[in-house]
């Protein structure tokens, strides 16, 4: 019991917040999810940390995704129409220019859509029914996650863990849905969390940008600050565990997480966190 207290544990979970097509309102759609580097993450590139795995959406080149991106917009107006898809296709085709001219504090890895609110954190109001949701089966999760993470007693990485690189101390993730796939044995392994899922109203599925993930961090660890791949979507953390000296700086700004809570932000702010207990 000692062990887990001292972790700081938290669910992660993404949600879109692009325009609703068309219309000048936006429109929330969720992804439970973390895009984590794995453990192959060692290279640096302009000061920030990158993995070399080849499944990594935000860490390989991306030419390739926006021609995909690109071309199943062109088969989705055949289908449909163009109208009022201009600018996601204008956002597409632009892509190099939007990605350069972006500030040092919000860069995008890979897909930048414009005239999206611009803000390091969001209102729970952003998402107040999945985070009311989410809050509301917080003894759920957390009975799952403890359930998990009593394996890390026999086992420096039990399986369905993935060690993650950083700077100091150790970062574990445990995946649900990795970049739009469902991970199948670890999702039997938390049936009611899973199932909870697919109870969030904006639950992104089948995209590259949509994960669930319990995450980890252990006394010591800082995760070295980086972008996430897009700003298309709000990443939201549940609190798990959440002992104190641990911290969330996004744009610059700091913020705690807490024990039930969920905390709502824009991973396409440079970003980084620790726990320093």
């Known amino acids: ?14 949600v879109w917040y692009c325009y609703h097509v068309g219309r000048e309102q936006p429109r929330a759609y969720t992804t439970v999810n973390a895009l984590m580097q794995s453990a192959e993450a060692n290279g640096v590139q302009n000061g920030f940390v990158y993995c070399h795995s080849p499944e990594c959406v935000r860490c390989t080149p991306h030419d390739g995704l926006n021609q995909k991106l690109y071309h199943n917009l062109q088969e989705y107006a055949k289908r449909y129409s163009w109208s009022g898809m201009g600018r996601i296709h204008k956002g597409i085709r632009e892509q190099g220019r939007y990605l350069n001219s972006r500030p040092s504090i919000q860069k995008p890895e890979v897909f930048f859509l414009p005239d999206l609110p611009t803000m390091p ?4 109001d952003a ?4 985070v009311e949701l989410l809050e509301r089966n917080f003894q759920t999760i957390l009975c799952e996650f403890e359930t998990l993470y009593k394996a890390f007693s026999n086992c420096s990485l039990p399986q369905g863990w993935k060690m993650n690189s950083t700077p100091s101390g150790e970062w574990f993730t445990f995946y649900l849905v990795n970049q739009g796939m469902c991970v199948p ?3 039997r392994r938390c049936p009611r969390t899973y199932r909870l899922l697919g109870s969030l109203r904006t639950c992104i599925g089948n995209n590259v940008f949509g994960n669930a993930c319990i995450s980890v961090l252990s006394p010591g660890t ?5 972008y996430g791949p897009t700003n298309i979507r709000i990443r939201c953390h549940l609190g798990l565990k959440t002992p104190s000296n641990c911290e969330l700086v ?7 997480w807490a024990e039930g809570r969920c905390l709502l ?4 702010f440079l970003h980084t966190a620790f726990h320093e207990g």
């Open 1 to 14: 019991a000692t062990a887990v207290v001292a972790v700081a544990c938290l669910l992660v979970l993404f």
């Open 121 to 124: 954190y969001f209102s729970r």
């Open 127 to 130: 998402q107040k029914h999945d």
């Open 185 to 187: 044995r670890n999702c």
């Open 222 to 226: 800082v995760i070295a600050e980086h």
């Open 250 to 256: 996004v744009g610059g700004e700091p913020q705690c």
């Open 265 to 268: 932000f824009d991973d396409s």
